[in-house]
């Protein structure tokens, strides 16, 4: 059950549409997942038992980031639903209406908005996680350089009618940064 905070008031009900927006950060992701996956199958190729084990795990994580990422993501989209109102951003679940993840307002510096020109997209609430990651940002395999394979922790995906959302955003008093593509 949804409890809001007391004086919250419920601005905009936004249920995401059941497709994908793909920025150019989730297009080089996809590309060196697929490298990943081929290199990945060349390995599994390979008898030597140590090989085999290590290209195993390899290409389970590879399928993850070439399929299953978003074959999850699908089912989230398809449960969720992202609410503004004038104290913090809320995605819930939309069938238990169980709020999962919020942010107060006071919290969020800036808000990314990464759209098409039919003014569909994600919007960002923070910085958006970079794809080669940063300099202080420790990766699995390598302590610098490297593929973030992380997701932005605080987002609305697959939002139709930003062009409708952003004055709300700016009459909060948030700062909005447009990216399109």
């Known amino acids: 059950m949804m409890i809001l905070n007391v004086n919250e008031i419920i601005l905009k009900e936004i249920l995401p549409t059941k497709s994908f927006f793909f920025n150019m950060t989730e297009k080089i992701r996809i590309v060196f997942s697929f490298f990943y996956l081929t290199i990945s199958i060349l390995l599994l190729t390979t008898m030597n038992s140590f090989l085999f084990i290590f290209a195993m795990i390899m290409f389970g994580a590879g399928l993850y980031f070439t399929i299953f990422r978003w074959v999850l993501r699908y089912f989230d989209l398809k449960n969720d639903c992202y609410l503004i109102t004038n104290q913090r951003i809320i995605i819930v679940e939309r069938s238990s209406k169980d709020i999962w993840k919020y942010k ?73 940064n447009k990216t399109f593509y």
């Open 104 to 176: 107060k307002l006071e919290e969020i510096e800036q808000v990314n908005v990464e759209l098409n020109s039919r003014f569909f997209g994600n919007i960002i609430f923070g910085e958006p996680e970079n794809i080669f990651g940063k300099n202080d940002e420790p990766f699995s395999l390598f302590k610098r350089r490297g593929m973030n394979f992380n997701e932005d922790k605080y987002v609305f995906l697959s939002v139709e009618h930003i062009d409708e959302i952003i004055p709300l955003f700016e009459e909060l008093g948030l700062k909005v």
